[in-house]
């Protein structure tokens, strides 16, 4: 049973360079999450996905970041136009369902992937 | 905005005692507060949850509390292991609005001494 995939590990990139970093939820699992982690900081909420939708991208950048989560594959999050200060580790966690709401709702323990450290030169 | 805090400095307890981790936050109450594990140059993985109208929660050496009165979370480990060592993250979850992205503190670094 694998784990939440991500891919590459390590991802090194000049600036003005884009990044495409990938996230293979667990299986059976259609909620998926980005988080970034700066040095000596927390990790920081990006986005919220599920299946073909973006739930919430209250965290992500206005310009040069976008997610998605097509039907069939990973889900992408893409860096265009890479600047220095996004170098940081990028975390994806997976999740079986949501909380928002109802009579059985149900904790919302999320799975994390090992991360992509993107380097920009 | 909400703002998490955990202990900052690194947190050095002797093997076998019990180590006990703080997060505080501000505003309002969070539905569900969870607690991770993180090792250096992984990625955080999830130890125990508690609900807003619970007050404690147990899982083998680990004990979780929460206190709304106080906007405070309590994480203790007992019998504490030098395997035990590693950064501990509290997560904050709001619950409604379709946003379930978890709110994280920074951490607190625990080092389990033999």
């Known amino acids: 049973n694998a784990g939440v995939m991500q891919n590459p590990r390590h991802l090194v990139r000049r600036r003005g360079q884009e990044a495409r970093l990938r996230c293979s939820p667990m299986?059976?699992?259609?909620?998926v999450y980005w988080y970034r982690q700066l040095p000596e900081e927390g990790l920081k909420f990006m986005v919220y996905?599920?299946?073909?939708?973006?739930?919430?991208e209250s965290g992500m950048p206005k310009e040069r970041f976008s997610a998605e989560f097509p039907k069939e594959g990973p889900s992408i999050l893409r860096i265009q136009q890479v600047v220095r200060g996004d170098s940081a580790a990028y975390f994806c966690?997976?999740?079986?369902?949501?909380?928002?709401?109802?009579?059985?709702?149900?904790?919302?323990?999320?799975?994390f992937g090992p991360g992509t450290r993107l380097t920009v030169l | 905005s909400q703002k998490i805090e955990q202990n900052s400095e690194a947190l050095n307890i002797q093997e076998g005692k019990t180590a006990t981790l703080t997060c505080n936050y501000t505003n309002y109450s969070p539905a569900y507060l969870q607690w991770y594990r993180q090792d250096p140059g992984r990625g955080p993985v999830f130890l125990l949850l508690?609900?807003?109208?619970?007050k404690e929660k147990r899982k083998e050496r680990l004990k979780v509390t929460f206190d709304t009165t106080l906007k405070q979370s309590l994480f203790h480990i007992t019998a504490s292991q030098p395997a035990d060592s590693a950064t501990y993250l509290c997560a904050l979850e709001y619950s409604g609005g379709g946003a379930d992205g978890l709110t994280f503190g920074k951490g607190t670094h625990l080092i389990i001494q033999p």
């Open positions: 508690i609900r807003e109208n619970e």
């Open positions: 996905l599920q299946k073909e939708n973006i739930i919430d």
């Open positions: 966690a997976s999740s079986p369902r949501t909380t928002s709401g109802g009579a059985d709702s149900s904790y919302n323990e999320q799975f």
């Open positions: 299986k059976g699992h259609s909620h």
